[in-house]
T-cell receptor, first 115, second 115 residues
Framework: AQSVTQPDIHITVSEGASLELRCNYS??????LFWYVQSPGQGLQLLLK??????LVQGIKGFEAEFKRSQSSFNLRKPSVHWSDAAEYFC?????????????FGTGTQLKVEL | NAGVMQNPRHLVRRRGQEARLRCSPM?????VYWYRQLPEEGLKFMVY????????ESGMPKERFSAEFPKEGPSILRIQQVVRGDSAAYFC?????????????FGPGTRLTVL
């Protein structure tokens, strides 16, 4: 069965600093990988996704992620963090199950941005 | 184009009562997924439905939980005889098809509190 590990529960960065959120996955085949962001009291918004092709994926809000098969990782990055980026970030792997795309999520990383 | 709608946003029930959570998918989407988020945890898949069919309910507790997605109207997640452990945020997502490549669009969630 697939699984996702986000080793950092909380991360604090200063506004303007660079950001990297870690994600490791376990999946037997070619993974379908996603990053979602959740603001307090809100639903999840897709930042970016990877299926195949270029291993560096560009997303919304200036985020990017790099798929590294050898490390089973899909880390999320942003060169310069804005205060509005404070939220919880979830990495997920998609797998076909019963005919549909079932997402398996990590436990999330809570990002705090210091002004 | 309205997004995924969920209601109610907040629901309080006493132990033993029934909870009904509603989800209206995005226009044109016929695939619905339900996920549960327990405090301090990531989202966990519960059930995947297409119109009038349950496709994958591998994540649903065996008892007290049921889901439907009728031909007309919203998808309903029903929890009978709620217990304190059912307190969580329940998210619905929809997609135009069940393909892994499809993005799942999430609603704002229903936060269930069981007293």
């Amino acid at each position: 069965a697939q699984s996702v590990t986000q080793p950092d529960i909380h991360i604090t960065v200063s506004e303007g600093a660079s950001l990297e959120l870690r994600c490791n996955y376990s999946y037997g085949a070619t993974p379908y990988l996603f990053w979602y962001v959740q603001s307090p009291g809100q639903g999840l918004q897709l930042l970016l996704k990877y299926f195949s092709g270029d291993t560096l994926v560009q997303g919304i809000k200036g985020f990017e992620a790099e798929f590294k098969r050898s490390q089973s990782s899909f880390n999320l990055r942003k060169p310069s963090v804005h205060w509005s980026d404070a939220a919880e970030y979830f990495c997920a792997v998609g797998a076909v199950s019963g005919g549909g795309n079932k997402l398996t999520f990590g436990t999330g990383t809570q990002l705090k941005v210091e002004l | 184009n309205a997004g995924v709608m969920q209601n109610p946003r907040h629901l309080v029930r006493r132990r033993g009562q029934e909870a009904r959570l509603r989800c209206s998918p995005m226009k044109g989407h016929s695939h619905v997924y339900w996920y549960r988020q327990l405090p301090e945890e990531g989202l966990k898949f519960m059930v995947y439905l297409q119109k009038e069919n349950i496709i994958d309910e591998s994540g649903m507790p065996k008892e007290r939980f049921s889901a439907e997605f009728p031909k007309e109207g919203p998808s309903i997640l029903r929890i009978q005889q709620v217990v304190r452990g059912d307190s969580a945020a329940y998210f619905c997502a929809s997609s135009p098809s069940g393909l892994v490549a499809d993005t799942q669009y999430f609603g704002p969630g229903t936060r269930l509190t069981v007293l």
